[in-house]
């Protein structure tokens, strides 16, 4: 079983504009298993992203104090690409577009990365995994030649990191806002991708503003962030009680003033 632990965590960013760093996350505290997904909700601005980036390793977010633990190991100021070949995968909000690589050529170079380097992925074995993938996500096979994102719907791109994900295999998979922009069908589509990692091996930190996600994807914790924070965590019930009666509820139930 592998752990990810996120420990009073605080973190800044440089606003570009006002050229002063402002305090985002402001003591996050989470655990997340092997064998569990867990639900992020939370209002716009809140810091889910900013939480998700810091957990891959993204350098414009600064960690201020607090500790990222992966099997007990500390990875704040681990660069990003040894995050990955431990075990994390980070699906963005907003993918971005890699001209002059193919899907498949980013693919097979994204798993390499994480094998030993004189023991590459057979190349039938790497086409016989994609194939199946991608029929499990209803992709068409000329998305395989195609640039990485480049001209991709918002549906195609969130598809393609559920993609990635599926052959990647990380142990850890945070998924920001993988349902936004999605129609039904793509939504049912990128839901029984994640499904199909569901297991002992695999464990999930899902960002989402709302609880239809979840019907599909029924996560084992919910929690709440607002104002930098985790401020409430329960199961699938406390995310269609949020449904219900919106963070105002929430608000003065815990009596917030954020
Ligand atoms: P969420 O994902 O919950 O909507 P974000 O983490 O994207 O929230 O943003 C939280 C706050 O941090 C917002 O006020 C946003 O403007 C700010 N922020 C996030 N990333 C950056 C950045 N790279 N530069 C400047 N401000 C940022
Ligand atoms: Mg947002
Ligand atoms: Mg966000």
Do not use: C, W
Not at 54 to 71: A, C, D, E, F, K
Not at 109 to 118: E, G, L
Not at 132 to 139: A, E, F
Not at 149 to 175: A, D, H, T, V, W
């Amino acid at each position: 079983m592998a752990v990810l632990e996120v420990k009073d965590l605080h973190v800044e960013v440089v606003d570009q504009e006002k050229k002063i760093s402002k305090e985002i996350l402001k003591g996050v505290n989470l655990t997340v298993k092997t064998g569990e997904i867990h639900a992020i909700m939370g209002p716009n601005g809140t810091g889910k992203s900013t939480l998700s980036e810091t957990i891959m390793g993204n350098p414009r977010y600064h960690v201020t104090s607090g500790q990222i633990l992966l099997n007990g190991e500390n990875i704040v100021g681990m660069p990003v690409d040894e995050r990955a070949r431990k075990g994390l995968f980070l699906a963005m909000q907003y993918p971005a577009e890699v001209p002059g690589v193919t899907n498949t050529e980013f693919l097979r170079a994204a798993i390499n990365a994480r094998r030993p380097k004189d023991n590459p992925v057979p190349i039938r074995e790497f086409l016989q995994e994609l194939d199946k993938n991608m029929d499990l996500l209803d992709m068409k096979q000329s998305m395989t030649e195609r640039y990485l994102n480049e001209g991709f719907s918002g549906g195609e791109k969130k598809r393609n990191e559920i993609l990635q994900m599926l052959m990647i295999k990380p142990s850890f998979g945070i998924l920001d806002e993988i349902d936004s922009g999605l129609d039904i069908d793509a939504l049912r589509v990128v839901a029984r991708g994640v499904n199909a990692m569901r297991g002992d091996n695999f464990g999930a930190l899902m960002i989402t503003h709302y609880q239809r996600l979840l019907d599909y994807i029924v996560p084992d914790v919910v929690h709440v962030m607002m104002g930098g924070k985790v401020v409430k965590d329960g199961g699938p019930d406390l995310a269609k009680k949020l449904e219900d009666e919106g963070y105002a509820g929430l608000r003065d139930e815990l009596g917030l003033d954020i």
